[in-house]
């Protein structure tokens, strides 16, 4: 879907096939860079952090370019939506899939 003839929203095939891509490179990270190997909870969380975030870049984009629900210039509104499921993605990584329960 077009939105203002400048972006593009992620149709659902999209986020599937960045699914479907990011899924392995959370296993090879586990190995190379983390040190550790996670379970099935922990890559639930991995791709439920990565879910929410490519939903809210859907949603916001959609609702401030099309819509026009505030009055943001359509080149500013790509770059407010970046900062925010951005640190979305930092923290959700940081204080939910990537938390290790003390032992």
Same mark, same amino acid.
């Given at each position: 879907?077009?939105?203002?003839?400048?972006?593009?929203?992620?149709?659902?095939?999209?986020? %599937?096939?960045?699914?479907?891509?990011?899924?392995?490179?959370?296993?090879?990270?586990?190995? =190379?860079?983390? &040190?550790? !190997?996670? #379970?099935?909870?922990?890559?639930?969380?991995?791709?439920?952090?990565?879910?929410?975030?490519?939903?809210?870049?859907?949603?916001?984009?959609? %609702?401030?370019?099309?819509?026009?629900?505030?009055?943001?210039?359509?080149?500013?509104?790509? =770059?407010?939506? &970046?900062? !925010?499921? #951005?640190?979305?993605?930092?923290?959700?990584?940081?204080?939910?899939?990537?938390?290790?329960?003390?032992?």
């Amino acid at each position: 879907m077009e939105v203002s003839g400048l972006y593009t929203i992620q149709s659902p095939d999209r986020m %599937l096939a960045y699914m479907i891509r990011d899924t392995p490179c959370r296993a090879i990270q586990e190995r =190379l860079s983390l &040190l550790f !190997v996670g #379970t099935s909870r922990d890559l639930a969380r991995f791709v439920s952090v990565h879910l929410v975030a490519i939903g809210i870049n859907a949603a916001a984009l959609l %609702l401030l370019v099309e819509v026009e629900v505030a009055t943001v210039p359509p080149l500013l509104a790509p =770059l407010i939506i &970046l900062m !925010v499921t #951005t640190l979305l993605s930092f923290f959700g990584h940081k204080k939910f899939s990537f938390r290790r329960s003390s032992e």
